[in-house]
């Protein structure tokens, strides 16, 4: 099973910017679906952005045109860059791995493992 450690959340007034980052650790996890998620207290999680092991990518509605998914083989990590932020992307966030490299759809039964978490709130 993979090991996802999630990093660079914080506080940020609305209308900024903000980089996740999620290292990925196990035999070629890299290479497979990865994706991050999202849960606001009170909320169910949700899907927010997904990458498969061609680089085709999925966003959820709500952050098309202001979230970009990318990752660094090289270094094993994958990113959220999160742009034009809003009060309701208040929600910890989370990065997950999944077993297969692609036909992967942006739900939670489709990955196997998950990281800690890292807060993101965002502020008026």
């Known amino acids: 099973q993979a090991q996802l450690v999630e990093s660079g959340g914080g506080s940020v007034q609305a209308g900024g910017s903000l980089t996740l980052s999620c290292v990925v650790s196990?035999?070629?996890?890299?290479?497979?679906?990865l994706a991050w998620f999202r849960q606001a207290p009170g909320k169910e999680r949700e899907g927010v952005a997904l990458?498969?092991?061609?680089?085709?990518?999925k966003l959820s509605d709500s952050v098309k045109g202001r979230f970009i998914i990318s990752k660094n083989k090289a270094k094993n990590t994958l990113f959220l860059v999160m742009h034009y932020l809003e009060l309701e992307d208040t929600a910890m966030y989370y990065c997950?791995?999944?077993?297969?490299?692609?036909?992967?759809?942006?739900?939670?039964?489709?990955?196997?493992?998950w990281g800690q978490g890292t807060q993101v709130t965002v502020s008026s």
């Open positions: 196990g035999s070629d996890v890299i290479d497979n679906c």
């Open positions: 990458i498969d092991g061609g680089y085709r990518i």
């Open positions: 997950a791995a999944s077993r297969v490299a692609d036909d992967c759809e942006l739900t939670s039964a489709w990955f196997n493992s």
